[in-house]
């Protein structure tokens, strides 16, 4: 079977024994990858998650990193060009004679305005690549098959794109809830000023009501950059797969993912509060110890070791950020594959693809892994 076979639709995994009697237990669910290709439960989602992890961590964390490093040496690359073309305005708004004039202001303002938006965007693309790489990672490690970096990035970028297009959809469809938020955050402080005690109360309800709002709408789309890869689905038609999927699993998924999110809270407590216990002890300070009027020698007299603890906190929040980004795409990733294989019978297509032999006869009965009429119109993830 090539590579580019699908992932089609077909018919459900298995089914209970018929007949009196006895019968023999059913045969576990092929397993050729990570998980079983079998609808999963919530302890397989998040360990299928951590093997991907355990197996799979050169494409996986290696791409991450190159991302995180390309954005940072933007960012800084960038940072030092706007610092090094507007020095001398910032010299006279900062070391003038305390006020500032708007003919300095506005060139920095307007560099400095133009950095962040490259920023901001660039900070997008990383992201959308790293969950692209997700999944195109998991594509793999479902079928139990190899994954290079230079595999994974030859399928991950191309679908970068509609991945970006997703989260820029999604940041605009979730602006709503978020500027209705702003809005009765500032018709509850107008009517708090004007002391109406009832117009305050019902600001402050609507107020609670856009946080749900978001959430859900977060929660609703979450699918969609799994489809936007693995279905190579536009932004539009991944955010409609998504809606599709999670009727009647919103909860599932909440849950799970809030779960998810928990577990890389309770990681990055881990990796730091060590760090954070092992922080040196300011020594007392002492004004009669010359010299005693520089700000600098003033903070390496009270924190003399300080150098160390922040290099281990640099360390360990990037090992905490890689994680997350990591993990949580995973967890989401896995939790598309589920509704699929209980909703459009995902699991026989896995097994024709993945090369397992049959253990039963539902495969058989179903068109191959390229059969159309799959609902949506997602005749295969690739």
């Known amino acids: 079977m090539s590579d580019s076979s699908g992932w089609g639709p077909s018919g459900p995994y298995g089914g209970p024994p018929g007949g009196w009697g006895w019968m023999p237990p059913p045969p576990p669910p092929p397993?050729?990858?990570v998980i079983p290709l079998a609808p999963l439960g919530v302890d397989t989602v998040l360990g299928g998650a951590f093997v991907t992890m355990r197996r799979y961590a050169r494409p996986l964390f290696g791409l991450a990193a190159l991302a995180c490093l390309?954005?940072?040496a933007l960012t800084v690359g960038l940072g030092s060009i706007a610092y090094t073309s507007e020095a001398d305005h910032l010299h006279r708004l900062f070391k003038g004679s305390g006020t500032a004039e708007w003919a300095d202001a506005r060139p920095v303002l307007i560099t400095f305005g133009a950095l962040w938006v490259v920023g901001m965007l660039a900070t997008l693309v990383a992201n959308a690549f790293m969950q692209a790489s997700s999944a195109a990672t998991l594509h793999e490690a479902v079928l139990g098959r190899?994954?290079?970096i230079g595999a994974v990035w030859r399928r991950a970028w191309p679908?970068?794109?509609s991945v970006l297009g997703v989260t820029l959809l999604m940041s605009l469809i979730m602006l709503i809830p978020m500027a209705l938020f702003a809005l009765l955050a500032m018709a509850l402080l107008a009517s708090l000023a004007s002391e109406p005690f009832l117009p305050a109360g019902v600001a402050f309800l609507l107020l609670l009501l856009s946080v749900p709002l978001t959430?859900?709408?977060?929660?609703l789309f979450s699918f969609a950059p799994a489809a936007a890869v693995l279905e190579a689905a536009s932004p539009l038609t991944a955010m409609r797969r998504s809606v599709r999927l999670m009727r009647g699993a919103w909860w599932r998924t909440f849950g799970i993912s809030l779960l998810g999110g928990l577990i890389v809270v309770i990681a990055?407590?881990?990796v730091r509060l060590p760090?954070?216990?092992a922080m040196p002890s300011p020594q007392p300070y002492d004004p009669s110890t010359p010299p005693h009027t520089d700000f600098a020698d003033t903070f390496g007299q009270s924190v003399p070791d300080l150098g160390p603890y922040l290099v281990l906190?640099?360390?360990a929040g990037i090992f905490t950020q890689l994680f997350s980004m990591v993990f949580m795409p995973l967890v989401t990733n896995l939790l598309y594959i589920d509704q699929r294989i209980r909703r459009e019978g995902l699991a026989d297509v896995l097994i024709r693809v993945a090369g397992v032999p049959e253990t039963h006869g539902g495969p058989e009965t179903h068109g191959g892994p390229e059969a159309p009429g799959a609902p949506g119109g997602p005749g295969s993830v690739h």
């Not at 959430?215 to 929660?219: D, K, P």
């Open 31 to 33: 397993k050729p990858g």
């Open 70 to 72: 390309v954005l940072v």
């Open 146 to 148: 190899r994954a290079r």
């Open 159 to 161: 679908r970068t794109p």
């Open 215 to 219: 959430v859900w709408l977060y929660v």
């Open 268 to 270: 990055s407590l881990v």
């Open 275 to 277: 760090i954070i216990f």
């Open 313 to 315: 906190t640099v360390i």
